[in-house]
């Protein structure tokens, strides 16, 4: 049944890793602090229709906040305003987890947090060098609940 399938979605998930269901970063769409919000940019946040943009300095892999689509309200793209003004800096409510860290515990740190979104790291071994972090994705409460609620399309 639906709802027995459900079930064992609900189930399944504590131990399916992040890795798993992550958006990865390479189509995680992000902007640069840096950027200006002039028309163009805004026209460009607005077509993806996400709610929610990481910001990043320097490179893609330094995500240093997010930029919330609904502040934009209060926006005058005349201003160029450049988009670090707009980023909601870490600590009120961007997390990071690892990839392999399993769906459960993160599920509770979501739950937890005001952003619902976690950045998602790894530890790279290198080659001989020194092991360094590495940003692999995001990870949103949406993506379990996809997990969960796919399993259910699946079993029918
Ligand atoms: P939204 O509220 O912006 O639609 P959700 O949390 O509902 O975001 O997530 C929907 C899907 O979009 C998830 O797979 C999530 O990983 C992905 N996602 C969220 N924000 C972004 C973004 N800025 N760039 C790429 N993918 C994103």
């Known amino acids: 049944s639906a709802a027995g399938a ?9 131990s399916v890793t992040v890795s798993e269901v992550m958006t990865p970063l390479i189509n995680v769409f ?16 607005f077509k993806t229709g996400y709610s929610r943009i990481p910001v990043y300095e320097v490179s893609k892999s330094n995500i240093v906040g997010l930029l919330f689509v609904k502040d934009l309200i209060f926006l005058d793209p005349e201003d160029e305003i450049p988009v670090k003004n707009f980023t909601h800096i870490f ?20 739950k937890s947090g005001r952003s619902h979104m976690a950045v998602v790291q790894d ?20 993506d379990i609940l996809e997990l969960i609620i796919g399993d259910e399309i699946i079993d029918e």
Request: net charge negative; glycine share 12%; no cysteine.
């Open 123 to 142: 530890v790279n071994q290198g080659d001989g060098r020194d092991p360094f972090y590495e940003v692999k994705g995001i990870i949103t409460l949406e």
């Open 30 to 45: 992000m902007l640069s602090a840096d950027e200006r919000l002039g028309f163009d940019v805004v026209a460009k946040i």
């Open 91 to 110: 600590g009120r409510g961007l997390h990071f987890v690892w990839a392999d860290d399993n769906l459960g515990d993160v599920l509770k740190l979501l």
């Open 6 to 14: 459900a079930m064992k979605g609900a189930l399944r998930y504590h």
